[in-house]
Structures are given as C-alpha cells and as structure tokens.
Antibody
Framework: EVQLVQSGAEVKNPGQSLKISCKCS????????IGWMRQMPGKGLEWMGI????????KYSPSFQGQVTISADKSISTAYLQWSSLKASDTAMYYC??????????????WGQGTMVTVSS | QSVLTQPPSVSAAPGQKVTISCSGS????????VSWYQQLPGTAPKLLIY???KRPSGIPDRFSGSKSGTSGTLAITGLQTGDEADYYC???????????FGTGTKVTVL
C-alpha cells in the first residue's frame, strides 16, 4: 500500500527560504503523479501543482506559478515543495498526494498527513 | 476563488440522505472526471469517489457519485455522526492545465 510521510511542522520568518518533503513508500515512485495542495487556516483546498518523477514533468496552477518550486528525487522516492522567500500569507497546511492511475487529471488516491508552515515575524 | 461551486453546508438527521452538488463548466467537469474527498476535522483529505462514480476499496456504498453535464453530485445515505466532515469535489481544468477543487461543503448530522 502507498504511504506518504511528510516532513514536520515549520516556523519561519518572512523572507526565509524553505523546502518541505513528501517521502513515498509502497509503490513505484516513478509511475505516479504527485501533487501538492494548500489549505490556509479555516479555508478550503487549493491545488498548487503536480510532478511526474519519472521525467520531472511539472504543472503549476497559475496562482502558484513562480511562487513555489516543485521537484522530486527519484533516488530517495521523495517529492519537494520549496519557497525562496516566504510571506506571512504562505502560512498554511500543505498536503502531498498521489495519483496512482498514471493520469495527471485523475483523482488523488492517497494523501500525506500534512505539513504545517507558519510564517511570522 | 474556486471555479467549482459547492453549497457551504448541508445537514440532515441520522439515517437520512444528503446530496452535495459541485457546479462547474465545460472546461472542467464537462470534459473531465469528478472526484470527491472527505476531510474529517483535523485530518488529511481522503478519497471517497473517483472517475465520477467509482468507490475505492473500503469506502462504504452509502457514498455514491454521479455526473451530469457540467455538474457532479455526491450522495450520502444512512447518514451517521461519523460522516460529519468537510467534503470537496475535484477535477481538471483544461483551460488552465491545472487541477481544481470545489469550495467545500460542511456536512452536519442533526
């Protein structure tokens, strides 16, 4: 069974950089699409982007393009979401999730537990 | 602002049925699959329905999905207190080449 384990909660100052991770086990990492979603406090889910680790094909929501970078390291079956300069408005829970069908437009079968990112001075 | 519209809340007594609508357009629901997710308080979302009307292994048949034109619907029958959660629809937005989620619906069991 697919398992996704995300890195722990982070507290950062505005302007700092950050890279959070999503480690996958129990499946062939390179055959699945992995997506990242944001959930701001008390708000709904927002789709940020998706990556296909086999060839690093990446798609971003226009709302997040240029604001974050999604990457993956096949050798350790881990996907990443990173910021170069955090803002207070980046404070949110971030989830990774996989699409096991192999089609980027399909549903997210399994979700990580979430990583809470708090940006405050 | 999401391109998929859901009612903010629905409620019913235990044992009753609720339906949640997800309204989109031709560029998203009209030409792509709809999925549904349940988010219990303080937990990560969980897949309930994929490809409009299919249930993953382990999801009870009290949960069902359908799609008609540019709208999707999630139905929950035999409502239980454990069903109190937020529910989100999701699909692909072809015009943006990006995924999208609905605005979310809170289900309350009276």
């Amino acid at each position: 069974e697919v398992q996704l384990v995300q890195s722990g909660a982070e507290v950062k100052n505005p302007g700092q950089s950050l890279k959070i991770s999503c480690k996958c086990s129990g499946h062939s990492f390179t055959t699945y699409w992995i997506g990242w979603m944001r959930q701001m406090p008390g708000k709904g889910l927002e789709w940020m982007g998706i990556i296909y680790p086999a060839d690093s094909d990446t798609k971003y929501s226009p709302s997040f393009q240029g604001q974050v970078t999604i990457s993956a390291d096949k050798s350790i079956s881990t996907a990443y979401l990173q910021w170069s300069s955090l803002k207070a408005s980046d404070t949110a829970m971030y989830y990774c999730a996989v699409i096991s069908s192999g089609y980027f437009y399909d549903a997210y079968d399994m979700w990580g537990q979430g990583t809470m990112v708090t940006v405050s001075s | 602002q999401s391109v998929l519209t859901q009612p903010p809340s629905v409620s019913a007594a235990p044992g009753q049925k609720v339906t949640i609508s997800c309204s989109g357009s031709n560029s998203n629901i009209g030409n792509n699959y709809v999925s549904w997710y349940q988010q219990l308080p303080g937990t990560a979302p969980k897949l309930l329905i994929y490809e409009n009307n299919k249930r993953p292994s382990g999801i009870p048949d009290r949960f069902s999905g359908s799609k008609s034109g540019t709208s999707g619907t999630l139905a929950i029958t035999g409502l239980q207190t454990g069903d109190e959660a937020d529910y989100y629809c999701g699909t692909w937005e072809s015009s943006l080449s990006a995924g999208v989620f609905g605005t979310g619906t809170k289900v309350t069991v009276l």
